[in-house]
């Protein structure tokens, strides 16, 4: 069973920091992207930032030059350094990955995991 679980989330004060994390566990043959989307009350669900196994980064550009997403491969684990939080950035935050994983058939697949609460105040 493939599982994407992140952590990090919590309150902090705007200007603040916090650095999510997201472990890819299972039968995973190979990563190809992972990346994070959030979405707040009310809003549909935005895309924040990707990942590629190239290490090719790209950021919305609400978060960009605030944010910063980095992986281990080692690990299966992709990281979101964000700084100077806004209350703008509050939402439940999302992992998401790309993976070939050992079905046999030579597929990828997208997985979530079950998202982490970011909290900013004003």
């Known amino acids: 069973q493939v599982q994407l679980v992140e952590s990090g989330g919590g309150l902090v004060q705007a200007g603040g920091s916090l650095r999510l994390s997201c472990v890819a566990s299972g039968s995973i043959l190979a990563i190809n992207y992972m990346g994070w989307y959030r979405q707040a009350p009310g809003q549909q669900r935005e895309w924040v930032a990707q990942?590629?196994?190239?290490?090719?980064?790209t950021y919305a550009d609400s978060v960009k030059g605030r944010f910063t997403i980095s992986r281990d491969s080692a690990k299966g684990t992709v990281y979101l350094q964000m700084d100077s939080l806004k209350p703008e950035d509050t939402a439940v935050y999302y992992c998401?990955?790309?993976?070939?994983?050992?079905?046999?058939?030579?597929?990828?697949?997208?997985?979530w995991g079950q998202g982490t609460q970011v909290t900013v105040s004003s």
């Open positions: 998401n990955a790309d993976l070939l994983i050992a079905t046999g058939d030579g597929l990828s697949y997208d997985y």
């Open positions: 990942i590629t196994s190239a290490d090719s980064k």
